[in-house]
């Protein structure tokens, strides 16, 4: 069974602190690794891919990637109230399905 | 801008009514998806496409059937509708099954309640 674990939340930080956001997985095999935001009662979209081992960027997110570890983690630098929301941590592994973690919530405070 | 539609935000069944849930996108993607979400369980996937008339089972798919009559076109069939398939039902499509073009878009959802 390929799982996806993310760590349980919930997580709460002030705001301009940073978010830091866990997930390990169990295939060996995957090849794609993604972060998605979801509030709450609309559906996820996508922050952040990662496919190759170190850390990729992308305004103030950071993704990233220890595949001999098996994780693969977010940083939300200077958090605002608006990245408030439930992350969700998705890998795609060599049977070309999307396994997600179960997400963390994530509280911002003003 | 990938769009993806689901034909209802919330509907109401009750238990062995035959549902039906589309959902359409419009950037011409080969492949796409339907998940089910709920609490504590996260989002499972329960048939996906990667072409007109092509499908495949995802990790639940008991219960459940899906069409795939166009190629923007997908639609989740719940044959006898049971109380324990209540949940929110998200579709996704991409424009390929790994690469640059993998990322799924979702569809706003639809969440079903079984009475």
């Known amino acids: 069974q390929k799982e996806v674990e993310q760590n349980s939340g919930p997580l709460s930080v002030p705001e301009g602190a940073i978010a830091s956001l866990n997930c390990t997985y169990s295939d060996r095999g995957s090849q794609s690794f993604f972060w998605y935001r979801q509030y709450s009662g609309k559906s996820p979209e996508l922050i952040m891919s990662?496919?190759?081992?170190g850390d990729k960027e992308d305004g103030r997110f950071t993704a990233q990637l220890n595949k001999a570890s098996q994780y693969v983690s977010l940083l939300i630098r200077d958090s605002q109230p608006s990245d408030s929301a439930t992350y969700l941590c998705a890998q795609r592994g060599s049977n070309y399905k999307l396994t997600f973690g179960k997400g963390t919530l994530l509280t911002v405070n003003p | 801008d990938v769009k993806v539609t689901q034909s209802s935000r919330y509907l109401v069944k009750r238990t062995g009514e035959k549902v039906f849930l589309e959902c359409v996108q419009d950037m011409d993607h080969e492949n796409m998806f339907w998940y089910r979400q709920d609490p504590g369980l996260g989002l499972r996937l329960i048939y996906f496409?990667?072409?007109?008339?092509?499908?495949e089972k995802g990790d639940i798919p008991e219960g459940y059937s899906v069409s795939r009559e166009k190629k923007e076109r997908f639609s989740l069939i719940l044959e006898s509708a049971s109380t324990n398939q209540t949940s929110m039902y998200l579709c996704a499509s991409s424009l390929e099954m790994a690469g640059a073009g993998e990322t799924q878009y979702f569809g706003p959802g639809t969440r079903l309640l079984v009475l």
């Open positions: 496409s990667y072409d007109v008339k092509m499908k």
């Open positions: 990662i496919y190759s081992n």
